[in-house]
């Protein structure tokens, strides 16, 4: 039986349905409702909400309390994300799962604030400073608002790093039938097994992703967001830095192939649209459009973006006549996809940065001045 | 009180020492740096108390006191410049049976931490902050920070401070903290009591411990040495030590865990919200 929902709280519900019990937050348009259900939900299940004096803050009591064993969250939109990055640097180095949810909005800085956009891929992927690794899941309805958020946190724990649930501002306040799955794993965190005298809180002896602890329980944790070693200990060793930076990034990409998107499409596609969130939704609708004119289009929508699945995407577009990437911004997917193509198709960029959403018309119109026949009939 | 042998020999029982990683010494601090004298007396003071190390949390920042997680058997986080109450407020909110200790210098907790200083002071959360308050910016040469004196000289006031300091324990009170203190690296024996009492209190517990920076604050502002330093220190805050402020309160987990177990009993359908 589905319930009629918002995305916002589909993201909310997600998070909760894969264990999620503490939020720390700032207020921010379009996120708010996250926020404000947060605040009326956690409680009765235990569960804490914070709302902190910044973005800062919000980040930092996240990262605090899942050490303190707790699956944390928090929820913002681009000016907050961009205070977030100093923190996130952390979560990233001392490796300490946590889920932000950015439903994006149109910028720069304060920008449009109540109006669509999806031009914080970017910083998503190099929002904070160093070399690090990303994790970005990108929801194209409220169906995929719950399951993507409930996947951020599974994935986050798994690889003991922050995950992005990279929303917009029309898929946040889209509302539409969401079918609750059934059987959302809880998010588990791979803890230590060994006696608690031999723990490192960065021993890798055992995988890629060590084990972690929890601030309460008898493996001491020394989390460090300076260079470190196996033991959490600061270190200046050229040899275990670059093993810990390769690690940090290895972790993700050596899983790359698991991470989901969807094809749409594509087995017979000449015509390839890349997209995803809200423009991923209206080329679909242009793509099915088109189809009806009996031109041969598909769509890739990409549901994780990073680490972006460059395999994938010089699979699917090697033998197109031609590429369009449909994305809210100026450009910011598009120069991933021409870095998979590499010159194999012509990619073209179907974009659009004022503050409304691209719609299927319009994307039919822009990919037939390009490719001509059979487009615009 | 001033520094004595007795005070650094100590008593005969070393339960203390287990909160220590003797194994990390010698530390990175400078010969006559305050912040041993800390460690030792936070050291006392949780043997005193008696949580094993793992009930334990402590967080820091950056800078010279940034460093002293390193010497620690406790859980620990080593983290951004300015934010270890931000990761303090969150452990303490998921977890609130941890005892959750601060330690920052004056550049971390009062300069570009200060917006979470006083948000934490006001919240009233049950995190230890200690600052260890050396008057300017140790690790990275001796900078000015919000608590340099104004016409002191550092290495970014080379003619003279022209800005006047934070009185920080004036400032956290105004701020709204339950608990605020001041000691000096030079009287071991007041910071013990101090951190007893500040670890015996439910709401958010504010130490300032004025202590010496020999190599760089002392030496451009002509203070001598080390010891000379800590008695002039000891001199200078005669009468404005001890627990200055203290009030009764709850503390915010207290009351969050009412607010969860009022909503609990509520919400009847706790299973389907899942």
Same mark, same amino acid.
């Given at each position: 039986?589905?319930?009629?929902?918002?995305?916002?709280?589909?993201?909310?519900?997600?998070?909760?349905?894969?264990?999620?019990?503490?939020?720390?937050?700032?207020?921010?348009?379009?996120?708010?409702?996250?926020?404000?259900?947060?605040?009326?939900?956690?409680?009765?299940?235990?569960?804490?909400?914070?709302?902190?004096?910044?973005?800062?803050?919000?980040?930092?009591?996240?990262?605090?309390?899942?050490?303190?064993?707790?699956?944390?969250?928090?929820?913002?939109?681009?000016?907050?994300? !961009?205070?977030?990055?100093?923190?996130?640097?952390?979560?990233?180095?001392?490796?300490?799962?946590?889920?932000?949810?950015?439903?994006?909005?149109?910028?720069?800085?304060?920008?449009?604030?109540?109006?669509?956009?999806?031009?914080?891929?970017?910083?998503?992927?190099?929002?904070?400073?160093? *070399?690090?690794?990303?994790?970005?899941?990108? +929801?194209?309805?409220?169906?995929?608002?719950?399951?993507?958020?409930?996947?951020?946190?599974?994935?986050?724990?798994?690889?003991?790093?922050?995950?992005?649930?990279?929303?917009?501002?029309?898929?946040?306040?889209?509302?539409?039938?969401?079918?609750?799955?059934?059987?959302?794993?809880?998010?588990?965190? +791979?803890?230590?097994?060994?006696?608690?005298?031999?723990?490192?809180?960065?021993?890798?002896?055992?995988?890629?992703?060590?084990?972690?602890?929890?601030?309460?329980?008898?493996?001491?944790?020394?989390?460090?967001?300076?260079?470190?070693?196996?033991?959490?200990?600061?270190?200046?060793?050229? *040899?275990?830095?670059?093993?810990?930076?390769?690690?940090?990034?290895?972790?993700?990409?050596?899983?790359?192939?698991?991470?989901?998107?969807?094809?749409?499409?594509?087995?017979?596609?000449?015509?390839?649209?890349?997209?995803?969130?809200?423009?991923?939704?209206?080329?679909?609708?242009?793509?099915?459009?088109?189809?009806?004119?009996?031109?041969?289009?598909?769509?890739?929508?990409?549901?994780?973006?990073?680490?972006?699945?460059?395999?994938?995407?010089?699979?699917?577009?090697?033998?197109?006549?031609?590429?369009?990437?449909?994305?809210?911004?100026?450009?910011?997917?598009?120069?991933?996809?021409?870095?998979?193509?590499?010159?194999?198709?012509?990619?073209?960029?179907?974009?659009?940065? *004022?503050?409304?959403?691209?719609?299927?018309?319009?994307?039919?119109?822009?990919?037939?001045?390009?490719?001509?026949?059979?487009?615009?009939? | 009180?001033?520094?004595?042998?007795?005070?650094?020999?100590?008593?005969?029982?070393?339960?203390?020492?287990?909160?220590?990683?003797?194994?990390?010494?010698?530390?990175?601090?400078?010969?006559?740096?305050?912040?041993?004298?800390?460690?030792?007396?936070?050291?006392?003071?949780?043997?005193?108390?008696?949580?094993?190390?793992?009930?334990?949390?402590?967080?820091?920042?950056?800078?010279?006191?940034?460093?002293?997680?390193?010497?620690?058997?406790?859980?620990?986080?080593?983290?951004?410049?300015?934010?270890?109450?931000?990761?303090?407020?969150?452990?303490?909110?998921?977890?609130?049976?941890?005892?959750?200790?601060?330690?920052?210098?004056?550049?971390?907790?009062?300069?570009?931490?200060?917006?979470?200083?006083?948000?934490?002071?006001?919240?009233?959360?049950?995190?230890?902050?200690?600052?260890?308050?050396?008057?300017?910016?140790?690790?990275?040469?001796?900078?000015?920070?919000?608590?340099?004196?104004?016409?002191?000289?550092?290495?970014? !006031?080379?003619?003279?401070?022209?800005?006047?300091?934070?009185?920080?324990?004036?400032?956290?009170?105004?701020?709204?903290?339950?608990?605020?203190?001041?000691?000096?690296?030079?009287?071991?024996?007041?910071?013990?009591?101090?951190?007893?009492?500040?670890?015996?209190?439910?709401?958010?517990?504010?130490?300032?411990?004025?202590?010496?920076?020999?190599?760089?604050?002392?030496?451009?502002?002509?203070?001598?040495?080390?010891?000379?330093?800590?008695?002039?220190?000891?001199?200078?805050?005669?009468?404005?030590?001890?627990?200055?402020?203290?009030?009764?309160?709850?503390?915010?987990? !207290?009351?969050?865990?009412?607010?969860?177990?009022?909503?609990?009993?509520?919400?009847?359908?706790?299973?389907?919200?899942?």
């Amino acid at each position: 039986m589905p319930v009629f929902m918002q995305g916002n709280e589909a993201l909310f519900r997600g998070a909760v349905a894969a264990g999620g019990r503490f939020y720390a937050g700032y207020p921010i348009t379009p996120s708010s409702e996250i926020a404000e259900l947060a605040a009326q939900e956690l409680p009765k299940l235990g569960g804490v909400y914070l709302q902190m004096e910044d973005e800062l803050a919000s980040i930092a009591a996240v990262i605090g309390a899942s050490l303190a064993g707790v699956p944390a969250f928090t929820a913002t939109s681009g000016p907050g994300f !961009s205070l977030m990055q100093e923190n996130l640097g952390v979560a990233y180095m001392a490796e300490i799962p946590c889920v932000v949810i950015n439903v994006m909005r149109s910028g720069p800085s304060t920008g449009l604030a109540t109006m669509p956009a999806q031009a914080d891929v970017m910083q998503a992927r190099w929002g904070t400073h160093g *070399d690090h690794p990303a994790l970005a899941l990108c +929801p194209a309805s409220v169906q995929e608002c719950f399951e993507l958020s409930a996947l951020a946190f599974t994935y986050s724990e798994q690889l003991r790093m922050p995950v992005t649930v990279l929303a917009d501002e029309i898929i946040g306040h889209l509302r539409e039938p969401l079918e609750v799955p059934v059987g959302t794993p809880i998010a588990s965190r +791979p803890l230590p097994s060994c006696p608690p005298g031999d723990y490192g809180t960065y021993d890798t002896s055992a995988g890629d992703v060590p084990p972690l602890g929890f601030f309460g329980g008898p493996h001491i944790v020394h989390a460090n967001s300076s260079m470190h070693d196996a033991a959490g200990q600061p270190t200046t060793r050229r *040899d275990t830095a670059l093993a810990l930076i390769r690690r940090l990034q290895d972790k993700v990409t050596a899983r790359s192939a698991e991470f989901p998107q969807r094809r749409w499409y594509l087995d017979d596609a000449e015509w390839v649209f890349v997209s995803f969130g809200i423009s991923a939704r209206a080329s679909l609708a242009a793509v099915e459009r088109l189809r009806s004119r009996g031109v041969a289009a598909g769509l890739l929508q990409i549901q994780t973006v990073w680490p972006f699945p460059r395999d994938l995407v010089r699979e699917v577009c090697r033998n197109a006549r031609g590429v369009f990437v449909v994305e809210l911004s100026l450009g910011q997917l598009v120069g991933e996809v021409e870095r998979a193509v590499m010159g194999h198709a012509p990619v073209h960029l179907i974009a659009q940065s *004022d503050g409304r959403p691209l719609l299927p018309g319009d994307i039919c119109r822009r990919a037939g001045e390009v490719a001509g026949d059979g487009f615009d009939r | 009180m001033v520094l004595t042998a007795k005070d650094i020999a100590g008593p005969r029982d070393r339960g203390w020492l287990r909160y220590l990683r003797s194994d990390t010494f010698p530390t990175f601090w400078c010969a006559g740096c305050g912040n041993g004298v800390i460690m030792q007396a936070l050291a006392r003071s949780l043997a005193a108390r008696g949580p094993a190390p793992e009930q334990v949390a402590v967080v820091t920042g950056i800078g010279c006191f940034g460093k002293a997680d390193d010497y620690l058997t406790t859980h620990s986080l080593h983290g951004t410049h300015g934010r270890a109450l931000g990761f303090a407020t969150g452990i303490k909110a998921a977890r609130p049976e941890l005892v959750v200790i601060a330690l920052m210098g004056d550049g971390d907790c009062a300069t570009i931490g200060g917006n979470h200083l006083i948000h934490a002071c006001r919240r009233d959360i049950g995190v230890l902050a200690v600052v260890s308050n050396n008057l300017n910016y140790g690790m990275t040469g001796g900078q000015f920070s919000a608590t340099t004196p104004e016409g002191s000289i550092t290495s970014t !006031s080379p003619y003279g401070h022209v800005e006047p300091a934070f009185d920080l324990c004036a400032l956290v009170q105004g701020a709204g903290a339950s608990f605020v203190a001041r000691g000096t690296c030079g009287q071991p024996a007041l910071l013990r009591r101090l951190f007893d009492e500040a670890l015996a209190h439910p709401g958010f517990a504010f130490v300032e411990v004025m202590t010496a920076c020999p190599t760089h604050y002392g030496r451009a502002n002509r203070q001598g040495d080390a010891p000379k330093m800590m008695r002039g220190i000891a001199e200078a805050y005669r009468g404005k030590t001890g627990v200055l402020f203290r009030r009764e309160t709850a503390g915010f987990s !207290s009351k969050y865990r009412a607010l969860q177990t009022a909503r609990k009993a509520a919400d009847g359908r706790v299973g389907e919200t899942r």
